[in-house]
């Protein structure tokens, strides 16, 4: 059963990653054996801001919470 569409489109991921164990997802309790990383795109910034311009997020695949992870050093990488 899908829940009630109200977004413009269904989220598209930029990449998968398999966890090495399955884990059980904070907010939807889904077992989950993979986490999906979204690009994050810098809309808005303080001029003196240091934060990067782009990043991601790692969400769940079942509910597409946003969940903590780090991608090895790609996530502080300025462009
Ligand atoms: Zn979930």
Do not use: W
């Not at 109200?6 to 993979?34: M, N, V």
């Not at 946003?66 to 300025?78: F, H, K, N, P, Q």
């Amino acid at each position: 059963m899908n829940d009630v569409e109200d977004g413009p489109a269904p989220p598209s991921f930029e990449a998968e990653y398999a966890l090495e164990s399955p884990l059980k997802c904070p907010h939807c309790q889904e077992t989950i054996k993979t986490l999906q990383a979204l690009r994050l795109a810098r809309t808005r910034v303080n001029f003196i801001s240091l934060l990067p311009r782009r990043g991601y997020v790692v969400v769940c695949p079942a509910c597409h919470s946003i969940l903590s992870a780090e991608l090895g050093g790609v996530l502080t990488r300025a462009v």
